[in-house]
Every structure is written in C-alpha cells, then in structure tokens.
C-alpha cells in the first residue's frame, strides 16, 4: 500500500507563487509516474501536470504550462509542484497521484491518491 501527503497549500494573492509537496510512503515505493490533478468547486478534478518517475519527463496540461513545474526528489519520495504567477482560476483542491505503470493524463491511470490539499488565490 502507497499513503501520499500532500501539504504546501495556502491563500495568496495573485502573481505569488507557492510550493506544493506530496510525501509518499509504503513498503515498496517506486512508482512509474506520479501526477498532480486539481479541483475547483463546481468542477470536475482536471489534469495539472505528470512526471515519469525514473527518468523525469514532464507533461502539463494547457491551463498551467509555463507557469507550473513538477519535479521529483527519489531519495525523499517526494513530488512538488513550484507554481508561479498564481491567477485566482488556479483556486481548488489540488491532489498529487502515483501511477504502478502508466504516464498519462487521465485519472483512471493512476492507483493511489492524496487527501489533496486547498489552495486559494485572492485577486
């Protein structure tokens, strides 16, 4: 079993920047990628961005790409997403995801899940 942590989230202003973090634990972590979604109220959870675990390729969807940057510590288990520029249409839960074999952006491929963690941007 996989447990994933996020933390990180807060309420800015627009045009702060802020630092998510998704810790993740189990028995044998090592997943083939790992991802971040988000959710606004009244929305349904969307793509935000992806990595492949092992070798570091990226993929973002359209709304953040420029200003979000995934990456990865392997020592640590640990996922974060540096984002940038933060505009209040950034507001919503954002959760970070593992995936045992897929990099894509749908959530169907991805097995466990964080608790996800609120972020708001004022304007």
């Known amino acids: 079993q996989v447990q994933l942590v996020e933390s990180g989230g807060g309420l800015v202003q627009a045009g702060d920047s802020l630092r998510l973090s998704c810790a993740a634990s189990?028995?044998?972590?090592?997943?083939?990628?790992m991802g971040w979604f988000r959710q606004a109220p009244g929305k349904e959870r969307e793509f935000v961005a992806s990595?492949?675990?092992?070798?570091?390729?990226?993929y973002y969807g359209d709304s953040v790409k420029g200003r979000f940057t995934i990456s990865r510590d392997d020592a640590k288990n640990t996922l974060y997403l540096q984002m940038n520029s933060l505009k209040p249409e950034d507001t919503a839960v954002y959760y970070c995801?593992?995936?045992?074999?897929?990099?894509?952006?749908?959530?169907?491929?991805?097995?466990?899940w964080g608790q996800g963690t609120q972020v708001t941007v004022s304007s």
């Open positions: 995801a593992a995936s045992a074999a897929a990099f894509t952006t749908l959530q169907s491929g991805y097995n466990y």
């Open positions: 189990g028995r044998t972590f090592g997943p083939y990628a």
């Open positions: 990595i492949k675990w092992s070798v570091g390729n990226t």
